[in-house]
T-cell receptor
Framework: GQNIDQPTEMTATEGAIVQINCTYQ??????LFWYQQHAGEAPTFLSY????GLEEKGRFSSFLSRSKGYSYLLLKELQMKDSASYLC??????????FGAGTTVTVRA | IAGITQAPTSQILAAGRRMTLRCTQD?????MYWYRQDLGLGLRLIHY???????GKGEVPDGYSVSRANTDDFPLTLASAVPSQTSVYFC?????????????FGPGTRLTVL
């Protein structure tokens, strides 16, 4: 089973940087995903890490440390449209994902 | 446009009634999933299917059943709805298995059981 923890809420200013942390405990780690979910909409894929290190994709970067059971999602040059929930999900085995409760990020002007 | 569709968009249901939530994908993905999302609890897996003809239980399967008669469709049935099944239900699919096997989500069904 999984135990996935991430902060409930974060607030940041437009143009700033925000880091969302995710810690997990798992018996069979096989990848970590980050999803973005705007209010009333479906989650959409942001990033994937399976090896230790940083994956960069435009304004978004995701980091993984398997030995520490830790990941973070870094959002740079924040825009108002980045206000959303960010979901950390851990895959155990080939298919199933276990999700954290999500972090709601509010971007203020 | 390729993707996943769900129906209905929303539904209000009396307790004890039977309800089937529909999910169809046109990406020819092998794997499909049903999640429920509740405030403060995140997405929880109800049932999944690795390929047509097979299904498996997720984290919260009680009170729900699924079938996978073909690749495209994965209906979720509530045999006798209870108020605790009030939630937003998301269907997802993925090509799976594989390293970067990404799940793609449908728009969701908002279900209220009274």
């Amino acid at each position: 089973g999984q135990n996935i923890d991430q902060p409930t809420e974060m607030t940041a200013t437009e143009g700033a940087i925000v880091q969302i942390n995710c810690t997990y405990q798992t018996s069979g780690f096989n990848g970590l995903f980050w999803y973005q979910q705007h209010a009333g909409e479906a989650p959409t894929f942001l990033s994937y890490n399976v090896l230790d290190g940083l994956e960069e994709k435009g304004r978004f970067s995701s980091f993984l440390s398997r030995s520490k059971g830790y990941s973070y999602l870094l959002l740079k040059e924040l825009q108002m449209k980045d206000s959303a929930s960010y979901l950390c999900a851990v895959r155990e085995g080939d298919y199933k994902l276990s999700f954290g409760a999500g972090t709601t990020v509010t971007v203020r002007a | 446009i390729a993707g996943i569709t769900q129906a209905p968009t929303s539904q209000i249901l009396a307790a004890g009634r039977r309800m089937t939530l529909r999910c169809t994908q046109d990406m020819r993905h092998n794997a499909m999933y049903w999640y429920r999302q509740d405030l403060g609890l995140g997405l929880r897996l109800i049932h999944y299917s690795n390929t047509a003809g097979t299904t498996g239980k997720g984290e919260v399967p009680d009170g729900y059943s699924v079938s996978r008669a073909n690749t495209d469709d994965f209906p979720l049935t509530l045999a006798s709805a209870v108020p605790s099944q009030t939630s937003v239900y998301f269907c997802a699919s993925s090509d799976g298995p594989g390293e970067a096997d990404t799940q793609y989500f449908g728009p969701g069904t908002r279900l209220t059981v009274l």
